[in-house]
């Protein structure tokens, strides 16, 4: 079984509308990290969130994170066609191994 | 934003033969990681390496893989022999530090083993 998933498995949005994606893990974590994949790209860091804290912003883009049910949770607020791409969680455990271990991806698409 | 360099974009080889992935990390980054990708599905983590040493590395990491840096210079990702399975789009990336860091990702190369 998958130590990070986000759900769901995929979304379309309208340019303008808002969109949530979900995210559960299974570890015990020292931080859990978003990362967008746009087609063709490598992933890029939109939030770094800290076990420490509840929620981050990053201009449109909202995190949570609620350590006691294991999950988080990003938003994006007045999508965009560029926000086109797979979103992925991932985490930082805080014991065992420190390699980041990203889940099995959220595609989101917004069409005009 | 920093940049890493993945180089080549594209490599086919034949089964059995020797493949080298070379990544340009960010300049004064110190941890470097090799993550394997199929098909646009999930990043799945190969090997990470610090102070020239590979510090740890998952199952997908098999005994033909090796990972090098010589003299602060290309981060590489050797199989040797390749397999059919190993065809993927292998990705590198550097952080400043091990843990809870950002971890800046290059483009990839997309390795197709015939």
């Known amino acids: 079984s998958q130590l990070a998933e986000e759900n769901p498995w995929a979304l379309s949005v309208h340019e303008g509308e808002s969109v949530t994606v979900n995210c559960s893990y299974k570890t015990s974590i020292t931080a859990l990290q978003w990362y967008r994949q746009k087609s063709g790209e490598g992933p890029a860091q939109l939030i770094l969130?800290?076990?420490?804290?509840r929620e981050k912003r990053n201009g449109r883009l909202r995190a949570t994170l609620d350590t006691s049910s294991q999950s988080s949770s990003l938003s994006i607020t007045a999508t965009r066609c560029e926000d086109t791409a797979v979103y992925f969680c991932a985490t930082d455990p805080d014991q065992g191994g420190r390699a980041l271990i990203f889940g099995t991806g959220t595609t989101v698409s917004v069409s005009p | 934003g920093p940049k890493v360099l993945q180089i080549p974009s594209h490599q086919i080889i034949d089964m059995g033969q020797m493949v080298t992935l070379n990544c340009d990390p960010v300049?004064?980054?110190?941890?470097f990681y090799w993550y394997k990708q199929i098909l646009g599905q999930q990043m799945e983590f190969l090997v990470n390496f610090y102070n020239g040493k590979v510090m740890e590395k998952s199952k997908l990491f098999k005994d033909q893989f090796s990972v090098e840096r010589p003299d602060g210079s290309y981060f590489t990702l050797k199989i040797q022999p390749t397999a059919l399975e190993d065809s993927a789009v292998y990705f590198c990336a550097s952080s400043t530090g091990g843990q809870a860091e950002t971890l800046y990702f290059g483009s990839g190369t997309r390795l197709t083993v015939l």
């Open positions: 300049s004064n980054h110190l941890y």
């Open positions: 969130i800290r076990s420490n804290e």
